[in-house]
């Protein structure tokens, strides 16, 4: 009996961090980076290297001032769990510790296709470094990444809403803000690499590459912009960016004018 308890609350324990993990991945409030090497210590030298090299990169795409070094960043706290021989190690801060600029995104507003208001440099004072212990090493099983339901066939349409237009997740929201606010198509495709490492997409490619064009979000700009963010769809589709409704083939007949990078969740 005692060691049944004993298994309960270990499996307990395991299915709250694994819980907490996921919540902080998708959580747009935080910085996040994950790592895995032979030892705690190795691991969670990894994950504050890759959490800084993420911050300095953000900082940069968005014209803020502001450097992460990795042996000190700034109020960041990790978990790590066993995996096998190896042990996995997350490191995260809260974005505001960069940012002071930093609010929460208007998911509503995202939603509708409206852009970001952009970030602005805040003269603060630094706050105070708070590196917490990792929590006691345990296992933790990463649950399957989800199966997307096929989206459902609305009765009526909207003159000013696509028929493919979705309720979207939170996590996916911020997804669609990280990439329209990327600048470039170029750049957009390797933020989009880093979304899939951390399960945020499940897959992206080129327009060439694609095996689902209707169930596939579409990036479509030029080499130096982006003009489009399209929900899936056979024929009409939302743009986010805009907000109105628009379609794949309208920028498939422009001889190259365009590029278009598909991606899924």
């Known amino acids: 009996m005692a060691i049944m308890a004993l298994m309960v609350t270990a499996t307990a324990w395991a299915d709250a961090t694994t819980r907490q993990i996921n919540e902080l991945r998708r959580n747009p409030d935080y910085f996040f980076a994950e790592a895995t090497a032979a030892s705690l210590e190795g691991a969670i030298s990894q994950a504050d290297q890759l959490?800084?090299?993420?911050?300095?990169?953000?900082?940069?795409?968005?014209?803020?001032?502001?450097?992460?070094?990795a042996a000190q960043i700034v109020g960041v706290e990790h978990i790590a769990v066993n995996k096998g021989n190896e042990v996995k190690a997350y490191a995260y801060t809260q974005r505001k510790n960069y940012i002071p600029s930093w609010t929460t995104p208007d998911y509503a507003a995202i939603s509708q296709g409206q852009r970001p208001e952009p970030l602005k440099d805040i003269p603060t004072t630094a706050p105070v470094k708070q590196i917490c212990e990792p929590e006691p090493v345990a296992e933790v099983f990463e649950p399957q990444p989800e199966t997307k339901p096929a989206p459902a066939v609305p009765t009526e349409t909207a003159t000013e809403t696509p028929a493919s237009s979705q309720k979207l997740k939170p996590y996916q929201q911020t997804?669609?803000?990280?990439?329209?606010?990327?600048?470039s198509p170029t750049r957009a495709y390797q933020k989009m690499q880093k979304l899939e490492s951390e399960s945020l997409i499940k897959r992206y490619g080129k327009y060439a590459d694609c095996q689902d064009i209707a169930n596939s979000f579409w990036l479509i700009g030029t080499k130096t912009d982006i003009i489009a963010v399209l929900g899936p769809g056979e024929d009409e589709r939302r743009d986010y960016v805009s907000a109105q409704p628009s379609s794949l083939e309208r920028y498939m007949g422009s001889s190259g004018e365009y590029i278009a990078i598909w991606f899924q969740f």
């Open 175 to 183: 997804v669609l803000m990280e990439l329209m606010s990327a600048g």
């Open 51 to 69: 959490l800084a090299t993420y911050i300095n990169a953000y900082l940069k795409d968005n014209n803020l001032n502001g450097e992460a070094l």
